[in-house]
């Protein structure tokens, strides 16, 4: 893992928007989020705790809830 700063909050922030896509791919990118959350390397997880923060944040739930019925 890169441990530079752009290349963590890049990283960070591409799992984030993916991560407010969609009901499915929210449950991918939490996943993804929490094997990277206790991952070895400090770089992972930093960017695993970073995106678990928001992916799981009840603005972002209640939104793709929201979204969810809309499209049904």
Known sequence: MDDRTFVKKGV???LRL?????V???KTSVTLARRLA???E??????GRDALRELTSPAVVKRLKAKARASR
């Open 42 to 47: 400090p770089a992972a997880r930093w960017i």
């Open 24 to 26: 499915k791919l929210n």
């Open 18 to 22: 993916i991560g407010r896509w969609s």
């Open 12 to 14: 960070s922030w591409a």
């Open 38 to 40: 206790v991952s070895a």
